[in-house]
T-cell receptor, first 114, second 111 residues
Framework: EDQVTQSPEALRLQEGESSSLNCSYTVSGLRGLFWYRQDPGKGPEFLFTLYSAGEEKEKERLKATLTKKESFLHITAPKPEDSATYLCAVQAGAGGTSYGKLTFGQGTILTVHP | KAGVTQTPRYLIKTRGQQVTLSCSPISGHRSVSWYQQTPGQGLQFLFEYFSETQRNKGNFPGRFSGRQFSNSRSEMNVSTLELGDSALYLC??????????FGPGTRLTVL
């Protein structure tokens, strides 16, 4: 069974204090690993897709990296508006049971204080 | 391009009733997936539809069902509601690539 574990559960940072969020996964044939941001009461907002180990993607203050067992979301010089829950999800490549199915971690609640 | 829309945004029902939620995907997207989000269980996959066919289903009881229309719009139905069905129900659409784009969700409260 596919599993995704995110750590830490919650992270408090001061504005400008860089840090990383971790996503460990086990999946039968990774088709893709996804990062989303979710604000309270809203649907998840797509951030990145990573397909293979060694791949990196960047967007503003965020950078996502992927190894064979985990992914990191690095946040550089965060601002208060980066406060949100960050979700990691995987899609397996194992045929019919993977269609349209993302397996999510529990998320990391990030709070950035001014 | 308009995003994924879901209606209604909020619903209050009582135990034993049934409910239908609607999802309109991004134009051109043919795959629609549904998820249930609760504080305890997080985001859990319900089912996925592509070209009016259910291709995949999660581990939920038969009270949860769905369908997709020829214009790719999708509905999900929950019959005989239970208190534990209170959740945020999210739909997501995707094209031939794997990224799923989520709607704002429908907040269902069962009393």
């Amino acid at each position: 069974e596919d599993q995704v574990t995110q750590s830490p559960e919650a992270l408090r940072l001061q504005e400008g204090e860089s840090s990383s969020l971790n996503c460990s996964y086990t999946v039968s044939g990774l088709r893709g690993l996804f990062w989303y941001r979710q604000d309270p009461g809203k649907g998840p907002e797509f951030l990145f897709t990573l397909y293979s180990a060694g791949e990196e993607k960047e967007k503003e203050r965020l950078k996502a990296t992927l190894t064979k067992k985990e992914s990191f979301l690095h946040i550089t010089a965060p601002k208060p508006e980066d406060s949100a829950t960050y979700l990691c999800a995987v899609q397996a490549g194992a045929g019919g049971t993977s269609y349209g199915k993302l397996t999510f971690g529990q998320g990391t609640i990030l709070t950035v204080h001014p | 391009k308009a995003g994924v829309t879901q209606t209604p945004r909020y619903l209050i029902k009582t135990r034993g009733q049934q409910v239908t939620l609607s999802c309109s995907p991004i134009s051109g997207h043919r795959s629609v997936s549904w998820y249930q989000q609760t504080p305890g269980q997080g985001l859990q996959f319900l089912f996925e539809y592509f070209s009016e066919t259910q291709r995949n289903k999660g581990n939920f009881p038969g009270r949860f069902s769905g369908r997709q229309f020829s214009n790719s719009r999708s509905e999900m139905n929950v019959s005989t509601l239970e208190l534990g069905d209170s959740a945020l129900y999210l739909c997501a659409s995707s094209s031939e690539v794997y990224e799923q784009f989520f709607g704002p969700g429908t907040r269902l409260t069962v009393l």
